[in-house]
């Protein structure tokens, strides 16, 4: 095995259009550590070289949430500047890539990699938008077929847990800042709420997950119940922070059900109520069937209620073909209410921060983990992270790794990091056997 392996990674599941390069200093096979057949080493070093993620939210914002058609026509148009611009930015030493010229002839562009240039493509093949998940696919494809490389196809769940890894250090015996084994991860995004026992690198045990909306789906619904712009999460927690958590006593779904699953729509029809209950949204409105609208990046809904006065569906973009995504125009509570406002979002991340802590902490317990990792999109909220940091410091047999920042909402670097893992764990493949899976299920191996 080389000394040194450059991997280019590419992640286009929902919508930004994200690239990064990192190298990957593996240790000699013949002093791995070989753990369950595995030949993961706990001491390799990953050094991140660059990372260039294209957010599409101003595109669809004006939707209130992720247009797929739209999502898939903009990875389309960005991901070759977006992989150039990785690729440059890591200095990857082909032949144009040391642009000196203004000349746009020798403007760096994938087309002029050489095959020394990179090691290994590494592409999110799923769960995500399906449209969204076949650009970056198809687009590593490619590359992989004309510098006849390998690809290593990484579920984007395992992107959010690694993201967790730390990865700066070259420093190859660095064990004791590793996240120990067992683990327990929590990962919340917009699309996924799910506790995973890890009890060894690249194994995963689902032990809970979401029964309806996941964590970040509800920030974002409730958000716009209170009129905030997409993505709602971080406006609510910009919003909470001049409000009174304690203001309401919002419902904890599921705290004590006994096992590790959560549920959330019923803290977002609660809201409903009371936003109804103070007069600050139309007294005749009424939770409508979840089935009837899509609002959420990962369409992973269920049947299940939601909140709202009317559906718009003027909304659609002119040459937009394919299934239609609704917008919802929820009513505008007005400014004088604010201070209500305010207490709300503030109440209902306390809520929902109450609820992801405490299960993560029990079942850290019931499994007696020595590490717990956060990531995905919700993970940089700052509640959540000070309540876990907490969990830290009361804690001395449990440390908690949260996604540094940056590597919480999606991006191409905690894609990279897992490659790293997976390049080591031997497990490669041929651009043949790529494939983008919208639903992909974290595996057991
Ligand atoms: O992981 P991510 O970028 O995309 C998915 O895989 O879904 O997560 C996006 C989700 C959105 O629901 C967004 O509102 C939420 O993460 N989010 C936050 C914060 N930043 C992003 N939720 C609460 N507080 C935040 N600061
Ligand atoms: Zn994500």
Redesign the pocket.
């Known amino acids: 095995m080389k000394n040194k392996i450059k991997i280019l990674a590419i992640e286009t599941?929902?919508d930004?259009t994200a690239a990064a390069v990192v190298e990957l200093y593996p240790e000699p096979f013949d002093k791995l550590r070989v753990n369950s057949s595995r030949r993961v080493t706990e001491s390799m070093a990953v050094k991140p070289l660059s990372s260039v993620v294209f957010s599409q939210i101003d595109i669809h914002k004006k939707y209130g949430g992720v247009f797929p058609e739209l999502a898939s026509r903009e990875h389309i148009k960005k991901i070759e500047p977006v992989v150039t611009e990785a690729l440059a930015l890591a200095q990857v030493k082909s032949r144009k890539y040391k642009v000196e010229s203004k000349n746009s002839d020798l403007l760096p562009s994938t087309l002029n990699l050489l095959p020394s240039d990179i090691d290994a493509i590494a592409v999110t093949v799923g769960p995500?938008l399906i449209g969204s998940l076949i650009v970056g696919v198809e687009y590593a494809r490619g590359l992989a077929t004309a510098l006849n490389k390998p690809v290593i196809p990484i579920n984007?769940i395992e992107g959010?847990v690694y993201s967790c890894f730390p990865h700066q250090s070259l420093v190859t015996n660095h064990q004791s800042r590793q996240p120990a084994f067992p683990l327990l991860a929590l990962v919340?995004?917009?699309?996924?709420t799910m506790l995973v026992l890890m009890r060894s690198h690249l194994k995963y045990e689902i032990i809970g997950t979401t029964l309806d909306d996941?964590?970040?789906?509800c920030?974002?619904k409730i958000?716009r119940m209170l009129g905030l712009p997409y993505?709602?999460?971080?406006a609510?927690?910009r919003l909470a922070e001049k409000g009174d958590a304690k203001a309401f006593d919002f419902p904890r779904s599921m705290l004590n059900s006994g096992d590790f699953n959560f549920s959330f729509s019923g803290l977002k029809t609660a809201v409903f109520y009371k936003l109804r209950d103070l007069g600050l949204i139309d007294d005749k409105a009424e939770p409508i069937a979840e089935s009837e609208i899509k609002i959420t990046?990962?369409q992973e809904t269920r049947n299940k209620q939601i909140t709202n006065s009317k559906i718009q569906t003027d909304v659609i973009p002119t040459g937009a073909e394919g299934s239609l995504t609704h917008s919802i125009d929820y009513p505008r509570p007005s400014a004088s209410r604010s201070a209500f406002i305010r207490d709300i979002a503030a109440s209902a991340q306390q809520a929902i921060v109450d609820v992801l802590v405490k299960k993560t902490f029990a079942a850290a317990k019931k499994y007696k983990v020595k590490s717990i990792l956060v990531g995905?999109?919700?993970s940089?909220?700052?509640l959540?992270r000070s309540e876990f940091a907490k969990l830290n410091v009361k804690s001395q047999k449990l440390n908690v790794y949260l996604s540094p920042s940056g590597l919480?909402?999606?991006n191409a670097l905690s894609i990279a990091i897992a490659a790293c893992y997976r390049y080591q764990n031997g497990d490669t493949c041929s651009w043949h056997n790529l494939d983008a899976n919208a639903s992909l299920k974290l595996s057991a191996s």
């Not at 919340?188 to 996924?192: I, L, Q």
């Not at 996941?214 to 789906?217: S, Y």
Request: glycine share 22%.
């Open positions: 599941s929902c930004e995500g984007h959010h919340v995004s917009g699309g996924h996941a964590a970040g789906e920030f974002d958000a993505p709602g999460g971080p609510l927690s990046k990962i995905g999109g919700v940089a909220n700052s959540l919480a909402t999606d």
